[in-house]
Every structure is written in C-alpha cells, then in structure tokens.
C-alpha cells in the first residue's frame, strides 16, 4: 500500500511531536513492502536535515503555507491524491474532514481534554488554546463517520473518547508509548553528569518537574508543595523546572522570592533532550502533578533513568506508572508535600522506587507500538492489501 502519514510534528520535540518522532523511528525498522510517504512542513521537505533520520526510501511531501488547519484540510487532501495515497495515518488528534474517496483514515486521538470542561482542567486557557479547543471539537465530532481505524495511547483515554464522542470501546486499539531509548541510566558521577549540575548550579540535592504554562500541567502546585516541603522540614534540596517561558517564570520567581528562596528555585527553560536526561539522572526526585494526561510520558522518561517518581492520581498516568510511583492527587498541595518529604527523607524508599521505575518502563515498547500501528494501517484497507497479497503470492508462485 502507499501509506501517507501526517508528520508536520517531527520537529516538535515535545508532547505529541515526542509521540511521532518515535514511532516513525520505530516503523522505519520494521520489514515491510508498503510505500512510506510523510508529509511535513515545505521548509523541512526542502531541508530534510532539520528532521530525524528516515530511510532513504521514504518520500517528503511538502505541504505548503503556514498555518496548521488549513495545511491539514487544504492542502492535504490534494496532495494525498496527487501521490495516490491508500492509507492516511492523522497521529494527533485531528484530521481532514473531507478527503478522497478511496483514502482509508486512521487517527490516533490522545486524549479527549478539549471536551471536557475547562474546570475539570483548571485555570483559564489562553485564546489559542481556545481556538486549538475549537479547532479540535470539530474535527473529532466526524470521527464516527470517517475514521477506518481508530486508536489510542491508554485504556483511560480509550474510556474517555468512547464516553464523550459515542464511539465503541471494542472498536478502539490501545498502542501504548514508551520512553525513547535515549532515557537510560547513566552512572552518577559521571562526566555528563558533573557537567550539568555545574552549569545549572545544582551540585546538591535536587527535585525536577517539567513546567508548563497550560493549567492542566499544574506547575504552581509544585511550587507550593516545594515551599512547603522547605518550611515543613529540615531538608534542603532545591527545585528545579525545566520548560516554563520567560512570562510565567517570571511570576514564579516573584513568589519564591517573597518565600526567600530565590536561590533555591532553578528556572531552567528549554533544555536540550541530552540534558533533560541528565537531568533525570541527576534528581533526587521527578514531580508529575498533571490534572490530567492520555498517557503521561514524562513519567516513564524519569523511571528509565532511575528517577524516583511522584505523580497524579488523574488522568492515564495511574495506568502508565502502576505501583512503581507515589501516587497523589493533584489538587492536593498538602499530600504532595508530604510525598515529597516521605521520599527525601528515605534512601531505601528512593531505591525500591528507583528499581521499580527501571523495571516498569522495561514493560513499554515503541517496537510493539510500530508493529500494532502499521497493522492498524492494513485492517484500514483490507481490500486493497489483500489484492496486493494474493498479487505478489501469484508473482512469488510464477517465479
């Protein structure tokens, strides 16, 4: 079959962007007789160096202009037909809403947030996320009528999209993600490792978390618990955030420095994926309060680093970290301080968590998850694929 695959987030190295770069890594290492064609920005097509490696094989489409929805319901649908297209894979959460007649769809959707209300998140969203909400409501309400073959990164997102969009639990396929192989343990004292925490002035002990500025990430909760966790208690280890913008670090500092621990709160911004690993190995701790996740990612990462994990009682992440992590509920500052200092204070509890962590991320595989997607792919368009079976096994029989 000619497979196209949506792949204009290849160069997003977060979120969903993480999603597709690994799974085209791990689809491309996987025998197969399909054509591969993946359609990305017309600025990446002309400088493939700015995107992974891909095999030699594998045709760039460029969609041109700028602006994400129109390239998706525009510009796609023509090229699809331009480059006679069997099979179209839309891996985040949305897709064209008119397509050719013979493209069977297959969509991954993640998670469901834009139809849950706002409150059930937190905070306010900011106009583009509102419009993104918009955008995303749409779009997945045709899902029913168009998509050949749905599927998802958690049995709680699958939950959530049969409830809110009416779509059969049976007919959803689960292909969970997996930390990419570059999140490993490295041993402490290492170079890379005595790099990092000299530059980023952490040489002592240090908790991570991953800031964001939507609410749902839930970076102030960690904040507070942080300042609670020193007031509370006679330990001294800092806190360090990695990905938070200028604006909103800016407001965080102003309230850790009326705490009077400005010194002790690192606001590392966009770090390199090189150094968010040793990062990882490098904390005493990772801090996951999400309000909610369709898988929960980052938790896996800091698990197959060695990191102790505490995390969120909501969304997918309960599923992805199973017993391996302190589990709490998000919207309660007072019980993630309380894991935070349980989990300092106690070396033997680092260590089983630590082993724990190595041990579930082990369970995931991106290997598994490229071989249930490109099946996926084939059940999609079952007529096409088994004419060109019983044509090749004819071929096979002739010669």
Known sequence: ????????????????????????????????????????????????????????????????????????????????LRNRIDVLHCPANTFPLFLPAK????????????????????????????????????VVSR??????????????SAEDIAAYLGVPRATITVTYEAAPPQFRRIEAGSEALNAVRARRNLERSFILALGGIDPRKNTDAVLMAYLAFRRRSNLRHKLAIVGLPDGATARLARIAERAGLAQDVKFLGFVSEDELVSLY????????????????????????????????????????????????????????????????????????????????????????????????YERAHPHEYSIRNRSTAVSADTR
């Open 143 to 156: 899902l029913r009528h168009r998509a050949a073959s749905l599927l998802t990164v958690s049995n709680r």
């Open 281 to 376: 190995n490098s904390a005493s701790m990772f801090v996951y309060p999400s309000r909610y996740e369709g898988f929960g990612l980052p938790v896996l990462e800091a698990m197959s680093c060695g990191t102790p994990v505490i995390a969120s009682t909501a969304g997918a992440v309960p599923e992805v970290a199973g017993d391996a992590a302190i589990l709490v509920d998000p919207d309660n500052a007072r019980a993630l301080s309380d894991a935070m200092i349980a989990l300092a204070s106690d070396t033997s509890m680092q260590r089983a968590l630590s082993a724990k962590g190595l041990r579930r991320a082990g369970e995931f595989s991106w290997a598994q998850c490229a071989r249930q997607t490109v099946e996926a």
């Open 1 to 80: 079959m000619r497979i196209g695959i949506d792949a204009r987030l290849l160069t997003y190295r977060r979120g969903m962007g993480n999603y597709v770069c690994s799974l085209m890594g791990s689809i491309s290492q996987l025998p197969s007789r399909h054509e591969f064609f993946l359609f990305v920005n017309a600025a990446d097509a002309r400088n493939p160096q700015t995107l992974p490696a891909i095999p030699a094989t594998w045709k760039l489409v460029g969609l041109p202009g700028g602006n994400y929805a129109v390239q998706e319901q525009i510009a796609l649908p023509a090229l699809l």
């Open 103 to 138: 493209v069977a769809l297959v969509v991954t959707i993640h998670d469901v947030m834009y139809l849950m209300p706002q409150r059930y998140l937190g905070g306010r969203s900011s106009v583009y996320q509102r419009f993104g909400r918009a955008y995303r409501r749409l």
